[in-house]
């Protein structure tokens, strides 16, 4: 979205920190990820990511990790923050003070945290499973600063992690292999299919107000279209092989989900509709009606490129 959103456009501040809250967010994710490889785990457990656990209509949370063993349930909420965090569940708010003075407050994470707890046991009473729930709120930045540390739920930066969870209690075993590989099926078969919101409908932004054409994927400058088929940076002096393939899934994702030879010579500024049909060959995209009525659609789980 950044690159096709002039930098003066009132939005571009907004955008861009929220780009970089999801960057620091997968980024915290990516280092708990590295640090449970250091755990030696039951036999038979189960290591679960980004899941969303569907209680009925009106109530579904979506955990970042959620670790099955034969003795409990591990729940971790992952936050990658950077400076100081203040915490104040009477008033239900998360401080978070950078390193340049600047306050950010947020809904209370250890709420959060105690929802999905509360969520991820009446999903297992439903089930009929009894097995207790250990929620850990990670520091995935070890520079954190935590003055104060919460009373009513364990916080541990990345490192911590391994010797805590080692440190656990020994409880005799609720589930066996089978049973745990049973649930984890049950969890991933079940998740909610989140509709895909084209980013200039989630934000209200304009198409005319998003750069055309073949952007540089290095300097996001417009890239002429040289003899054949080779799209080439001026300023950068070279040629990129995925930048068109960018351009295309630029529409998909800001756009809307489904793109004509018109809209697709609009948005590249392409001259002729035998130019966009041919780069509609190039890609592996789903086909529906003939010309000039026909219908191209991507479908996200498979590369563009064939």
């Known amino acids: 979205m950044l690159a096709r959103l002039p930098d003066n456009h009132q939005q571009y501040k907004t955008i861009s920190n ?5 960057k620091s967010g997968y980024s915290g994710e990516l280092k708990v990820d590295r640090i449970l490889n250091e755990i030696d785990f039951p036999k038979g457990s189960a290591i679960m990511k980004n899941i969303t656990v569907d209680i009925n209509p009106n109530f579904r949370v979506q955990l970042d990790t959620l670790i099955l063993t034969p003795k409990r349930a591990i729940l971790l ?3 990658n923050y950077a400076g100081t965090v203040l915490f104040d569940e009477a008033s239900g708010k998360t401080t978070k003070i950078s390193g340049d003075g600047a306050i950010e407050k947020f809904d209370c994470i250890i709420h959060q945290l105690d929802r999905a707890t509360y969520a991820v046991e009446k999903w297992l009473n439903q089930k009929q499973i009894d097995l207790p729930v250990e929620p850990i709120l990670v520091m995935a930045n070890q520079r954190t600063e935590i003055p104060k540390m919460p009373v009513s739920t364990p916080l541990k930066f990345a490192k911590q992690l391994p010797r805590y969870i080692r ?8 589930l066996t292999p089978r049973q745990i590989a049973t649930i984890a099926n049950q969890l991933y078969t079940n998740q909610v299919k989140w509709k895909r919101i084209p980013a200039s409908e989630k934000h209200n932004i304009s198409l005319f107000e998003l750069k055309k054409g073949v952007l540089c994927p290095d300097c996001n400058t417009i890239m002429p279209r040289t003899q054949g088929r080779t799209w080439i940076c001026n300023p950068c002096g070279k040629p990129n092989k995925g930048a068109l393939e960018q ?13 004509t030879n018109k809209q697709l010579r609009q948005f590249l500024k392409l001259n002729s509709k ?3 049909s041919i780069i509609f060959r190039q890609l592996r995209l789903n086909r529906k009606g003939t010309p000039p009525r ?3 659609t991507w479908d996200y789980k498979f590369p563009m490129h064939k």
């Open 18 to 22: 929220k780009l970089y809250q999801t």
């Open 77 to 79: 909420e992952i936050k």
């Open 167 to 174: 440190g656990l209690p020994d409880i005799p075993d609720e």
């Open 247 to 259: 351009a295309v899934a630029d529409w998909y994702l800001l756009i809307s989900p489904t793109l």
């Open 274 to 276: 035998s130019a966009a």
């Open 294 to 296: 026909t219908i191209y």
